[in-house]
């Protein structure tokens, strides 16, 4: 199996703060991989580091075989264009409607007329269920809007690599599932290699062929979906039963906890 | 170290901003016309207003000032010269760069800044979009534009201002305070004027942009820094004012 992303001791920091601690893992080409982990365990900031965003502290991203860490800004752009993004939270410009912020890089990055990149807006604004609201403002729309919105925009050039992160968080079930199947669609049909960051264990059965799971900062299982359902660790059963973390303080504990001793 | 820091984030900015305003557009990456000319009228035109009527003001008590002392030994026709000497070669720029730094220096920190706390200077870096060429340097070629032509509209306002005090209150003939205006005035001194206003205009961008790129964080961030970009610009242009004066003083 072809990787399109090949993460090698990757170590980062916020400040002295260890985020990820030296972790390994990699993405299968043209297929959806999905990284689940609790909440603050690091989802975002790997994202952060696969586009290239932040520097790592120690170690090595390979994307189609090139260590983006040590590029120079304007290889780095280059690769970029085959990128596409979902921030957590959408990350529209506000100060563009949905239209312009999806044409956004298609007029800097291509020489297309004003009217084919107009067509090719509305196609991606269909795409997400948003037709008829290319003339609004991010401010004007919902969360699971901007989510939608921020998702055709990240469709725009028609990236070999699309990164989501949690693109249903907020969606009511109807929608979300038909985000699903757009994530389907643009794995079959585009060929597209897609990660996905997500905490819906319905969308994690449906789309993923492949689960990275993080657990403060550390990778605890990267392997095929049948792999993730067979495995006996505790905190992937926890979270695939949706077991509340038990921890069983006696009363004292407790005392001096909420008393911040 | 924290001092260390920021001056190498503020030559990193400074570096981007003529990188990208002056040589990439030899390069094939055109400035973004559009754009600029929404940040100058964003910058310039809706200040027309405020400049007009502080300068005005500014002109009428300035020859107010100097007829008290001009009046003792009767010589109120210089009030002409003072006027218009004072206002084209100083009060015009410096009013206007204050006002400037006080309505675009605060918006730009604030804009930038905000932008920068909600990720979407990170989507532009994603998306292969240079911020800075995309945010900042729009705004640089309006304020080079419009910080200039505020100067000459100030001027004018300011020896506008002189006039009308010196032919009501000190009755002053027109036609005199006019003639002894233009022999006093030298095309020196308005130039002089307007190279400051230009070099203040960029002063102004730069250190909007560099406080609103250095927010992390939340509203609370984007409050200090325009604050800061505000006194840190007022500062830098009376700095450079100083040189500049000083410059000219011994050069021409
Ligand atoms: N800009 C930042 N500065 C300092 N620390 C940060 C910053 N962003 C994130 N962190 C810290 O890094 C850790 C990982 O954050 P991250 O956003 O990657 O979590 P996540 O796995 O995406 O969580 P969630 O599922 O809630 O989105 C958190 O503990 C957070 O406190
Ligand atoms: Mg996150």
Redesign the interface.
């Known amino acids: 199996m072809e990787n399109a992303i090949e993460v090698v001791g990757l170590v980062t920091h916020y400040g002295d703060r260890e985020i990820l601690k030296n972790i390994s893992l990699s993405i299968p080409k043209g297929k959806t991989t999905v990284i689940l982990g609790g909440s603050g365990c690091g989802k975002s900031t790997l994202l ?1 580091h696969l ?1 290239g ?1 932040l520097k790592p502290t120690r170690g090595s991203i390979l994307i189609n075989g090139r260590d983006i860490t040590v590029m120079k800004e304007s290889e780095l ?2 690769v ?2 085959k ?1 596409g ?1 979902l ?3 959408a ?4 100060s563009l409607s949905i239209a312009d912020n999806v044409a ?2 298609v007029k ?2 291509t020489r297309l007329e004003d009217s084919t990149i107009q067509i090719m807006v509305r196609m991606k604004l269909d795409l997400v269920g948003l037709s008829g609201f290319g003339g609004f403002f991010p401010s004007q729309l919902s969360g699971g809007m901007k989510k939608r919105a921020g998702i055709a925009r990240a469709m725009a050039l028609d990236p070999e690599i699309i990164f989501f992160d949690e693109p249903s968080a907020g969606l009511d079930p109807v929608t979300a599932a038909g985000l699903d199947e757009l994530i389907l669609k643009l794995r079959d049909v585009f060929k597209m290699t897609i990660v996905v960051v997500t905490h819906e264990l319905m969308s994690i059965f449906m789309i993923a062929d492949y689960v990275i799971m993080l657990d403060a900062g550390s990778v605890i299982f990267s392997g095929t979906l049948e792999e993730l359902k067979a495995s006996g660790h505790p905190r992937i059963k926890m979270f695939l039963d949706r077991q509340a973390e038990n921890e069983n303080y006696n009363p004292e504990d407790y005392l001096k906890i909420i008393a911040g001793e | 170290m924290q001092i260390q820091k920021d001056i190498n984030d503020a030559s990193r900015v400074i570096n981007d901003i003529f990188y990208w305003a002056f040589i990439s557009p030899f390069k094939g990456r055109p400035i973004r016309i559009r754009a600029s000319i929404s940040e100058m009228v964003k910058a310039g035109y809706n200040s027309v207003p405020i400049v007009s009527v502080i300068s005005l003001f500014i002109g009428i008590i300035l020859a107010l000032q100097a007829a008290y002392q001009l009046k003792r030994f009767g010589a109120l026709v210089y009030v002409a010269d003072l006027v218009g000497v004072s206002i084209t070669r100083e009060l015009g720029p410096i009013i206007t760069a204050i006002i400037v730094s006080g309505r675009s220096g605060s918006a730009f920190a604030a804009e930038i800044g905000s ?1 920068k706390a ?3 200077v ?8 240079n911020p800075v060429r995309f945010l900042v340097v729009p705004k640089l070629i309006a304020l080079m534009v419009m910080v200039p032509a505020l100067t000459v509209l100030s001027d004018f306002l300011g020896l506008f201002g002189g006039f009308l005090l010196s032919v009501t209150l000190l009755e002053l003939h027109p036609v005199n305070y006019f003639q002894q205006t233009i022999n006093a005035l030298l095309v020196k001194d308005i130039l002089t004027g307007l190279i400051k206003a230009w070099a203040f205009g960029i002063v102004i961008t730069i250190v909007g942009a560099y406080h609103g790129f250095k927010v992390e964080g939340g509203a609370e961030e984007v409050g200090r820094h325009t604050t800061s970009s505000v006194v840190a610009s007022i500062f830098l242009v009376i700095v450079f004012d100083l040189f500049f004066t000083a410059l000219f003083y011994f050069f021409t």
């Open positions: 952060r586009i965003l752009n280059e970029r264009k990128f993004m921030f957590q939270g990350a529209l410009l506000n956004l890089p800097e990055h | 932008m909600a990720e979407e990170d989507a532009l870096i994603t998306m292969g979009i």
